[in-house]
């Protein structure tokens, strides 16, 4: 096969094999509940099948060069991390070769040996996959009351399958330990999967990875838990869907956490599930017990008791203040979040080893004096003055916003001061009125302060959390969680809380926190995406796009990297980097003739900084780079603010002889009207004005394009997906292409044996 058949191959998989391999399952089922077939063949014949394909899928992924070549220069520990997902292939290829082959020895071992090597085959399966899903990147541990929660939670599900499994497994002819053993597992195992089913990140990689391994281990339970005789029946057929379902799940949730970074957003925890269900099961066995003439014997009543401790302690932390947890802008996850809130008194209250500050307390007494049932809404508002006036004047500030808000409230809300920087607002309005109440806010707050012969301007921030959602501790920290992100995503914004509000913040103060020295680390990593011409789809050159390998946080993208780099001013350093990185690797694609462009993208501030040009024009003299080889992308949306300095450094560019491209155009009136102020080479559109035939989005497309032409530019459309929106791009008139139905970004070793298969890639 031709190399760049198998780049494209590698970067996108099929269907197809998954679904021929569980058409055949089900059908081998189908004959094995009829019974032309026994049973344990049919477990054979479907364990073998479905772990086939899962370890083929694993080996590829064991085998490819996943280790970035930045981290090679990172140090012993560097290497070990990029190679911990390659490892982690390699160990869940080994654990459903080991399930599959623990599946095919059944029909050829004794009837008295088979529990045996069914629960061998299971040891060493639980090993590997353990081991291998240990090794996969791990996200930052939530704070330590969402831990204590999710603990809780999972073991009363956990119990009542328990519960479930002693009640519904045959008992004829298997010891009670054994068979209470086996219950254990099931019911665990059946906890797990429900957890990691209903959790905010169960679209993920490693999620599915999870899955897949609760579901193979599952399967070889009730393959070494069912009677060893004739009494068995048909009931092994029962572990065939969790063990071919299982491998083959586990084998693409690593994919995506090897391949591709997978990092999806996060969904909402799905609570109805993690109750009803173990609830429902309990309630079907019993049922089931009851119909059969039997009643629960000792351990069935054990089990259910032991249901109670763990329900007790769940309501307990629930409504502890002392385990109250906050975000704590230095060490992530710590305790009390602090809100001070001044009102009129002396009261001074303390809650585990941090002292509340004076007026906390009123404002938590009014919270609590609610009347049943609780209504309403708490709103926390941050005030950031743009300026750093002395206290008196912050005093006197804090007065006037005071009073502005009290202006805007209705009559029976109550207004609280938050010593020096805010002030927070009990409603009892509903959700919707809350939420206008907290524009107005904005509206009323971010007019000047004309306060002791200055005039001060402010960007407010506004939290919202609903007064049912807790404890008044609760809703405080809630409500101040929420402004916090309001601040986080800009200022000038209200903010609801919401569950997974913790998380996000628990997720940003890591990147804060691991972003600092990840150059110094190895961590950083560049792939290339090839851009190719639309008439003949040869390669003209490639687009670096930058990639933060975490053992931490797994990999990071730019568009989250980027942002928080800003905000710890340290996107020139990565942009530094970027660069040297990228003209180096052009260097070496350079050798013995070959002519391709590189791509890189810069930031406005990156860009504007004075010493970006002769910076620039160092790395390609370092490295013996064209300047025509080299094009510099800045965000259209970006420019605006620097419209001026933008343009001088674009045109500093141009005399050096280095190419520069407008990326992110948007085809508005203003946009077409200050291309011709902008030195640039190349204009990059998106897909949102490629379309397969006419209709608006088609001439827009047409007459971008036209406008382009009459200036000089040549046109790249990306983020070309499919092949209509290609076919569209290339009867327009862009004479340049990239995404993915084109080539995938790719390490740097994929692309260079990509580019072989062009006999010249000079363009």
């Known amino acids: 096969m031709p190399v760049a058949s198998v780049f494209r191959a590698t970067t996108y998989r099929p269907v197809l094999p998954e679904t021929c391999v569980l058409a055949v399952v089900a059908v081998l089922v189908a004959i094995g509940v009829t019974g032309p077939v026994p049973a344990l063949a049919v477990v054979a014949l479907a364990g073998a099948t479905g772990s086939t394909l899962a370890g083929v899928r694993l080996s590829r992924l064991t085998i490819g060069p996943d280790v970035p070549a930045a981290n090679l220069a990172g140090g012993r520990l560097a290497r070990r991390r990029a190679a911990r997902p390659r490892r982690a292939a390699a160990l869940l290829h080994a654990a459903v070769v080991t399930a599959g082959l623990t599946a095919s020895v059944l029909p050829l071992a004794s009837a008295g040996y088979r529990p045996a090597a069914a629960a061998t085959g299971l040891a060493g399966t639980a090993a590997l996959l353990g081991a291998g899903l240990f090794s996969l990147p791990r996200r930052p541990p939530p704070p330590l009351r969402v831990r204590l929660r999710r603990l809780l939670d999972g073991a009363v599900a956990g119990l009542c399958l328990v519960l479930v499994a002693w009640l519904l497994l045959p008992y004829a002819g298997v010891p009670a330990a054994w068979r209470l053993?086996?219950?254990?597992?099931?019911?665990?195992?059946?906890?797990?999967?429900?957890?990691?089913?209903?959790?905010?990140?169960?679209?993920?990689?490693?999620?599915?990875?999870?899955?897949?391994?609760?579901?193979?281990?599952?399967a070889l339970v009730l393959l070494a838990a069912l009677p060893a005789g004739p009494t068995a029946g048909r009931a092994p057929l029962l572990a065939v869907p969790p063990l071919v379902v299982g491998v083959l799940l586990a084998a693409d949730g690593v994919r995506r956490v090897v391949q591709a970074g997978d990092d999806p957003p996060r969904g909402g925890t799905l609570l109805w599930p993690r109750t009803l269900v173990p609830a429902i099961g309990v309630v079907l066995a019993i049922v089931h017990e009851l119909q059969a003439g039997l009643l629960p014997d000792r351990v069935a009543v054990l089990l259910a008791l032991a249901v109670v401790p763990p329900l007790v302690a769940r309501e307990l932390i629930g409504t502890d203040t002392d385990l109250l947890i906050g975000v704590d802008a230095d060490r992530g996850p710590s305790p009390p979040v602090p809100s001070p809130a001044a009102a009129p008194g002396p009261d001074s209250a303390s809650t585990t080893e941090h002292p509340v500050p004076a007026g906390r307390a009123a404002l938590l007494r009014a919270l609590a004096a609610r009347p049943e049932p609780v209504a309403g809404a708490l709103l926390v508002v941050d005030l950031h003055l743009t300026e750093l006036p002395g206290m008196a004047v912050r005093d006197d500030v804090a007065a006037e916003a005071v009073r502005r808000t009290r202006a805007v409230v209705a009559a029976g809300d109550e207004v609280f001061d938050l010593a020096g920087s805010g002030l927070a607002v009990i409603t009892g309005a509903g959700p919707v009125l809350a939420y206008a109440l907290g524009a107005r806010l904005l509206t009323a707050l971010d007019r000047p302060y004309e306060v002791s012969g200055a005039v001060l301007r402010s960007r407010a921030s506004v939290g919202l959390a609903e007064l049912a959602q807790g404890q008044p501790e609760d809703v405080l920290r809630q409500a101040d969680l929420a402004r916090r992100r309001a601040a986080q995503l800009g200022r000038d914004r209200v903010e609801w809380y919401d569950a997974y509000l913790e998380e996000q913040l628990v997720r940003r103060l890591e990147l804060e926190r691991e972003l600092p020295g990840a150059v110094a680390r190895g961590e950083l990593d560049l792939v290339y995406q090839p851009v190719l011409g639309l008439a003949d789809r040869w390669p003209v050159g490639t687009e670096a796009l930058l990639r933060w390998r975490s053992p931490v946080l797994g990999t990071v993208f730019p568009a989250e990297l980027l942002p928080v780099a800003e905000d710890l001013g340290i996107v020139g350093e990565l942009g530094t980097w970027v660069l040297d990185r990228a003209c180096r690797q052009l260097a070496d694609w350079s050798v013995g003739g070959r002519r391709l462009w590189m791509a890189v993208n810069v930031s406005v501030r990156e860009l504007t900084s004075p010493d970006f040009v002769p910076r620039t024009v160092a790395v390609l003299d370092a490295y013996g780079v064209g300047p025509d080889q080299l094009v510099v992308e800045v965000s259209e949306p970006r420019v605006g603010a620097e419209l001026p300095t933008v343009v001088a450094?674009?045109?500093?560019?141009?005399s050096m002889g280095i190419r520069t491209a407008l990326d992110d155009f948007r085809a508005e009136h203003a946009s077409l009207a200050q291309l011709r102020r902008l030195p640039i080479d190349l204009l990059k559109v998106g897909p949102e004005l490629v379309a397969a035939s006419g209709g608006e989005e088609r001439s827009l497309l047409d007459v971008v394009v036209t406008v382009a032409e009459r200036i000089g530019l040549e046109v790249v459309a990306e983020e070309l997906e499919f092949a209509h929106q290609v076919d569209g791009a290339y009867r327009a008139g862009c004479r340049y292409g990239q995404g993915f139905e084109l080539a995938r970004p790719a390490t740097a070793e994929r692309v260079e044996a990509y580019f072989e298969e062009f006999p010249s890639t000079s363009r």
Request: hydrophobic content about 50%.
């Open 181 to 218: 053993a086996s219950a254990a597992v099931i019911g665990l195992l059946a906890g797990d999967l429900l957890t990691v089913l209903t959790g905010p990140h169960r679209n993920a990689g490693s999620a599915r990875g999870r899955v897949g391994a609760a579901l193979t281990l599952l």
């Open 649 to 654: 450094r674009l045109a500093g560019l141009r």
